[in-house]
């Protein structure tokens, strides 16, 4: 890895609802961001210790929030996805969520920045079918009966969504979850 840093911001969550005579939380999630792996098997050894860390709380959902790769390279995402299958290989494997953020779009088919914000629709589209991602790079996941809003990094750029329909999602999920964390 040299010089290279990545960022692993390798946080587990329980939502914080709880039942009446529950001492358990309703839901058991792993979030993590900023994970720049390449190609290269050994940028994963940080995502592999999340991961484990994730499985060994029991963690029913496993969150991240985007720069999955260091720049868009699909060797990197199918990798990623190898080894999360292998984490998980002897069960129970948790759900996912995928945001994109902008290294997920950078250098898309070789593009200089400003391309790559152009085509980031089309580069978080190829994410999500490498990581082979059930959400979209905006949608509403709801797990357990919990809604998580996903959006990616972009706003009112080409193609994106603007801060007004964010909070309109936002509020949207709130009321079909009343008193419920969205």
Known sequence: ??????????????????GAAAEEPLLRFGVF??????KS???FSRVKQALALFKAKGC????????????????????????FDKAFADGPKPRE???Y????????????????Y??????????????????????VVTVKGFAFVVFPQFVT??????????????ADACAAHPGQPV
């Open 118 to 139: 152009a085509d980031g629709l089309e580069a978080f589209e190829e994410v999500r079918r490498l990581l082979k991602a059930e959400n979209g790079h905006t949608d």
């Open 1 to 18: 890895m040299g010089k290279r840093r990545f960022w692993l911001a390798a946080v587990l969550g329980a939502v914080c609802a709880f």
């Open 60 to 83: 029913e959902l496993v969150v991240h929030c985007g720069d999955i790769a260091e720049s868009h390279r699909p060797a990197a995402y199918a990798t990623y996805r190898r080894v």
């Open 97 to 99: 969520i995928y945001a």
């Open 101 to 116: 953020a902008w290294h997920d779009a950078y250098a898309y088919k070789g593009h200089p920045r400003e391309r790559s």
């Open 41 to 43: 098997i050994e940028s």
């Open 33 to 38: 961001s900023d994970t720049h792996v390449t």
């Open 157 to 170: 750029t080409k193609g994106f969504l603007g801060w007004d329909e964010y909070e309109k999602r936002v």
